[in-house]
């Protein structure tokens, strides 16, 4: 016969909740998410809330391919061959389904650090003597040894983890994501560990896409011209082929430069992120640095990067949030309104948190009597997590990042003379760099000026 | 004699405090916990047992992330399917989840209630930390 220790749960507390819980149906975790993400269908689908010129991208392929198919290809069956439809409807499809899986999947976001995990990790951070709140705190790291170099782990202070190695907060997005690449505003998501493989896919096949129609419609002006009648005509018959080599002469060498770009990354397992910060490239100090991440083997990277297990999504979007006990949570939902005056751009992510406090369903029944244990936990782990991000000025939800990190802009110049707008390469760190924006880029430089220090 | 407990008790229980098992990157960025023994544990648990639960879920998720064969085949079939594969079929990585969560729902019942203790799964927690959850013992002849 056990002989139970614990205090019972008092059924009639638990039997009637109070009114305001009773109206409240239960939620699903997208719908409290504290980044900034957009979600459909229920959860299904996750994008970033910029979707930046992906409604561009989307309309150049589908006008291009649409020329394509409508002009030319009616001509080239008839004088050529009847696979060049078939060959260029393959391609067509490849670029679509990879561009809206770039876009649609989740990246390899992180969840935000629960309240208690938090509270453990600042104590376990010795606080620097003399810090007072009228400044920021240093950026707190954490030294790790991969593969025989050292690497220092940064502490996320809007995440409140310190993150793994290879991963960024995207401050567009407003998440820590592992194997961050870069933000794109071209397929309007960021491009991380969970999703790089599909915005490979899509570049390489939108370099053959592209060169494919490219090919195409010289061939069919060709054939027309050929017929005597000189190429103006041509051009004055078939205007969609004109259209269509503009488009794809002026982008085919910005994606097969991006592709190419690319591939090297794949092949030696870097991350743009990390290429442009030149973590690996061992410029500085004359160290003996290299890429602690790579197998030292061309073929085993690539197989790694594109083709290795397909990691599970972290943030569980249409998971239910646990129905927290008014008794556990109206202790807590006092304390919030303090933490908003605070100007903490991280109370939104803290109130999420708090709403997901305990996903277990044991933790979340608590007895009466055992109440006032368990709240001093909860109301003390956020005057921990509140101050620490204090000193920070408060910032518009434009800016994001929380802490010492300003943004980093990456710009690809790209040699479109139609659009101006430029392939940026949004990476945030967590490293005080100056605002630098780089203006042009060649893919094939490898030797990079070292325009950024390697993370020491 | 020490008090056992249930996993249903424990939902009565009062919760003591949590520990928290961080991840060991020294071998990268696969997911590995530290084995490390945690000082809160010492009156509870015994820290074989406890290092044999954390290396079993460190060969569970090595076994998941595992670059061989089979994951190569899944990946190439993904690719030739323009990745649309991926809506149909349950990845492996996805069947080693479902795994380590029945594992650790067997360690819960079988060694760690019956302590006043809780593991929750890592997915939870974003593969980020194995959370411990020590309940309040106020057994008097406790051990």
Not at chain 1, 102 to 107: E, K, N, Q, V
């Amino acid at each position: 016969m056990k002989n139970r220790e614990y205090q019972q749960i008092d059924p009639q507390a638990l039997a009637t909740p109070p009114p305001d819980h009773t109206s409240r149906r239960l939620r699903r975790k997208w719908e409290v998410f504290p980044g900034k993400n957009r979600f459909c269908c229920e959860g299904r689908i996750i994008a970033a809330r910029q979707s930046g010129v992906l409604p561009l991208t989307l309309a150049l392929i589908l006008l291009t391919s649409g020329l394509f198919f409508i002009f030319d290809c009616p001509y080239l069956v008839q004088n050529l061959t009847g696979c060049i439809p078939a060959i260029g409807g393959v391609l067509f499809v490849f670029v679509m389904v990879s561009l809206l899986q770039t876009s649609f999947t989740d990246p390899g976001i992180l969840p935000r650090a629960t309240p208690e995990e938090a509270a453990d990790v600042e104590k376990q951070i010795d606080n620097p003597t003399g810090s007072s709140s009228s400044y920021r705190p240093p950026p707190r790291t954490k030294e790790v040894v991969i593969n025989q170099q050292v690497v220092k782990l940064k502490y996320c202070f809007t995440c409140k983890i310190f993150r793994p190695p290879r991963t960024s907060h995207c401050s567009l997005c407003d998440n820590c994501v592992e194997r961050f690449d870069h933000h794109c505003p071209w397929v309007g998501n960021c491009v991380g560990k969970r999703n790089y493989r599909f915005f490979y896919a899509f570049i390489v096949s939108l370099s053959f896409l592209t060169t494919f129609i490219f090919a195409c419609a010289t061939t069919h002006l060709a054939l027309r011209s050929r017929g005597g009648n000189g190429l103006v005509i041509a051009l004055q018959e078939s205007p969609a082929s004109a259209l269509e080599l503009v488009v794809c002469f002026f982008s085919v060498w910005s994606i097969l430069g991006l592709s190419g770009f690319h591939t090297y990354l794949v092949a030696a397992n870097l991350t743009t992120n990390e290429d442009i910060k030149g973590s690996w490239s061992g410029k500085s100090g004359g160290e003996d640095v290299g890429n602690p991440y790579s197998y030292n083997s061309i073929i085993k990277n690539c197989c790694s990067v594109l083709c290795g297990p397909m990691p599970p999504s972290l943030i569980d979007r249409r998971g239910f949030v646990p129905s927290d006990d008014s008794v556990q949570t109206s202790p807590v939902e006092i304390q919030l309104p303090a933490a908003k005056n605070d100007k903490n751009m991280c109370t939104q992510g803290t109130k999420g948190l708090l709403e997901t406090a305990s996903r277990s369903p044991l933790l979340t029944s608590s007895c009466p009597q055992a109440k006032p244990q368990a709240m001093p936990a909860v109301l003390e782990t956020l005057p921990e997590i509140v101050p620490s991000p204090e000193p920070h000025p408060p910032k518009t939800t434009g800016g994001r990042q929380s802490t010492n990190t300003p943004h980093k802009h990456h710009s690809h110049h790209r040699s479109k003379a139609k659009q101006t707008t430029h392939h940026t390469h949004k990476t945030s760190n967590s490293s005080p760099r100056p605002y630098h924006s780089h203006s042009s880029r060649r893919k094939d430089s490898k030797n990079r000026d070292p325009k950024f220090s390697s993370l020491r | 004699m020490a008090e056992t407990h249930s996993l249903q008790d424990l939902r009565q229980a009062a919760v003591a405090s949590k520990v928290f098992v961080q991840r060991d990157y020294t071998s990268g960025t696969i997911c590995k916990f530290q084995i490390k023994f945690p000082a809160e544990l010492e009156s509870r648990i015994d820290k074989q047992q406890f290092e044999e639960t954390i290396q079993t879920l460190n060969n569970l998720y090595a076994e998941a992330e595992k670059l061989g064969g089979r994951s190569y085949l899944e990946g190439c079939l993904a690719c030739l399917t323009a990745y649309t594969i991926f809506l149909c079929m349950e990845t492996h990585y996805e069947k080693v989840l479902k795994k380590i969560a029945k594992y650790i729902q067997e360690q819960n019942e079988k060694i760690y209630a019956p302590l006043g203790l809780l593991l929750t799964d890592p997915i939870e927690r974003g593969l980020r930390v194995v959370e411990i959850t020590i309940f309040e013992d106020r057994s008097i002849g406790s051990r």
